[in-house]
């Protein structure tokens, strides 16, 4: 059975930083791309930074700079440190996998809760 399961949400105050953590199971990690979404009260849900199975990473305008995604393939985990962070980046994020090739992401984990206070 898939899992993902996020951790690291809290509340902290602008300018700080969080580091998310999600733990992956039931899947051949290595095999699969990762992404972290994340949506705002009252807006849709958008793509944050992705990484794929070699280790190539894309992010959205609105944080590049500020955040990292990074994986680690041993642990079966995908990380997204946050630094820099503002009250527009106040949201419940979600860790995502897709296999190499595929073209959406059917594996979601619950999401975790970032609030950034001013």
């Known amino acids: 059975q898939v899992q993902l399961v996020e951790s690291g949400g809290g509340l902290v105050q602008a300018g700080g930083s969080l580091r998310l953590s999600c733990a992956a199971s039931g899947f051949s990690f290595i095999n699969y791309n990762m992404a972290w979404f994340r949506r705002a009260p009252g807006k849709e849900r958008e793509s944050v930074a992705t990484?794929?199975?070699?280790?190539?990473?894309n992010y959205a305008d609105s944080v590049k700079g500020r955040f990292t995604i990074s994986r680690d393939n041993a642990k079966n985990t995908v990380y997204l440190q946050m630094n820099s962070l503002n009250t527009e980046d106040t949201a419940v994020y979600y860790c995502a996998a897709r296999y190499t090739g595929g073209s959406s992401y059917p594996y979601w984990g619950q999401g975790t809760q970032v609030t950034v206070s001013s």
């Open positions: 990484i794929n199975r070699n280790g190539v990473t």
